[in-house]
C-alpha cells in the first residue's frame, strides 16, 4: 500500500518481509472482533477506528507517524504499548459508543525532541 483510504472489515497482520510507505489512512469498519498486528513496524498512515459493534485489538505494540482517532468501537491494547509520533490521539466528541482499553500498555503521544 503506497497510499490511499482503505477500509478494512476483518482483521490486518503484516508480516516480517512487508514494507510500508506514502500516506493515507487504514479505517477499521468491522463488526466483530479485528485484530491488528505490525509485525513491530511504524505504519505511516492515519489509523482510524469506527466499528460499529466490534473492537480493534491489538497484536502487538503499535507505533504510527500519522493520526489515531476513535470515531466510535472499542480499541484494545492488550497492554501492548502504543507510540503515536507526529499527531494527537483523538477521541469524537458524539454520543456513538467508544471506549480505551489500555490496561497496563505505555503510550507516547505527540512530538519529542
Known amino acids: ?40 513496524k511504524t505504519l505511516p498512515y492515519a489509523f482510524v477506528i469506527n466499528t460499529s ?23 484494545n491494547t492488550n497492554n501492548y504499548n502504543v507510540t503515536q509520533s507526529s499527531s494527537a490521539f483523538t477521541i469524537a466528541n458524539s454520543t456513538l459508543n467508544r471506549a480505551v482499553n489500555i490496561g497496563s500498555s505505555n503510550w507516547t503521544i505527540g512530538s519529542t525532541g
Open 53 to 75: 459493534t466490534g473492537s480493534v485489538n491489538l497484536g502487538d505494540s503499535l507505533t504510527t507517524s500519522a493520526a489515531i482517532s476513535l470515531t466510535r468501537g472499542t480499541f
Open 1 to 40: 500500500m503506497s497510499s490511499g483510504s482503505p477500509v478494512f472489515y476483518g482483521d490486518f497482520i503484516l508480516g516480517s518481509g512487508v514494507t510500508l510507505s506514502g500516506s493515507g489512512t487504514i479505517t477499521f469498519s468491522g463488526t466483530s472482533t479485528q485484530n491488528v498486528s505490525t509485525s513491530n
